[in-house]
């Protein structure tokens, strides 16, 4: 363990100590939240969707749901991350990419760029299964709980965002692994 500084450097100290404490709560709350909204949507909604279970208006609120979720977290998580970042790894890009800890790091960015653009394209693609729709229209409005994609059948809907909810699996599974491995250490 570092000594803990003395003097003027110790308020600093207090303070970055606090700062990452608190982002490291709101960063794994916020990562729970999400890939727990995910694993949600692709191990009951999909499949109960695919069969008709659910109607269209609990189809919409789900959706709405997870893309207000992708959104929120998208600015959680990055703020967060990279503070942390920032405060472990600072200016040594050795730290970052000679070790398996960076590897892990750089991985997660990864995985949470690709995953969080995933949803956005997916999501688009249920919008506009009806007709098309302006993407910045889109990105100001989301899925719209009252409709948007009125007169799809929800079998449709899930359909078309099948591929899009595996991969997605794919990816959060990944997320999990490399956080879980962050967690409890590599032994390398
Ligand atoms: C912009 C995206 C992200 C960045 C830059 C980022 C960065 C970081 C950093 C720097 C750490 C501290 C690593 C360490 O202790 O050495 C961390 C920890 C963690 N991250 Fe992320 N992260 C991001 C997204 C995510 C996502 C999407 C998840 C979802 C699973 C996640 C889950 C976690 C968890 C659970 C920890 C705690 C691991 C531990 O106990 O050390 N992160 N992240």
Request: net charge positive.
């Given at each position: 363990?570092?000594?803990?500084?003395?003097?003027?450097?110790?308020?600093?100290?207090?303070?970055?100590?606090?700062?990452?404490?608190l982002s490291y709560v709101v960063?794994?709350?916020?990562?729970?939240?999400?890939?727990?909204?995910?694993?949600?949507?692709?191990?009951?909604?999909?499949?109960?969707?695919?069969?008709?279970?659910?109607?269209?208006?609990?189809?919409?609120?789900?959706?709405?749901?997870?893309?207000?979720?992708?959104?929120?977290?998208?600015?959680?998580?990055?703020?967060?991350?990279?503070?942390?970042?920032?405060?472990?790894?600072?200016?040594?890009?050795?730290?970052?990419?000679?070790?398996?800890?960076?590897?892990?790091?750089?991985?997660?960015?990864?995985?949470?760029?690709?995953?969080?653009?995933?949803?956005?394209?997916?999501?688009?693609?249920?919008?506009?299964?009806?007709?098309?729709?302006?993407?910045?229209?889109?990105?100001?409005?989301?899925?719209?709980?009252?409709?948007?994609?009125?007169?799809?059948?929800?079998?449709?809907?899930?359909?078309?965002?099948?591929?899009?909810?595996?991969?997605?699996?794919?990816?959060?599974?990944?997320?999990?692994?490399?956080a879980a491995l962050l967690a409890g250490?590599?032994?390398?």
């Open positions: 363990m570092a000594p803990t500084p003395t003097g003027r450097y110790a308020r600093r100290w207090l303070v970055v100590s606090w700062l990452l404490t960063h794994v709350a916020a990562a729970a939240f999400w890939t727990g909204a995910i694993l949600f949507y692709a191990y009951l909604v999909v499949p109960a969707g695919g069969r008709s279970w659910l109607d269209r208006a609990a189809m919409n609120v789900l959706l709405d749901r997870l893309l207000r979720v992708t959104r929120w977290t998208g600015i959680a998580l990055p703020v967060t991350g990279f503070y942390q970042w920032w405060v472990l790894y600072p200016v040594d890009p050795g730290a970052l990419l000679g070790t398996t800890r960076g590897w892990l790091v750089l991985a997660m960015l990864s995985l949470w760029g690709a995953l969080n653009g995933l949803l956005e394209v997916g999501i688009y693609r249920m919008r506009t299964v009806g007709g098309s729709v302006d993407p910045v229209a889109y990105l100001a409005e989301g899925f719209l709980v009252d409709g948007g994609v009125d007169g799809v059948a929800t079998e449709r809907l899930a359909a078309v965002g099948r591929p899009y909810v595996l991969v997605s699996l794919a990816l959060t599974v990944g997320l999990l692994v490399d250490g590599v032994p390398l």
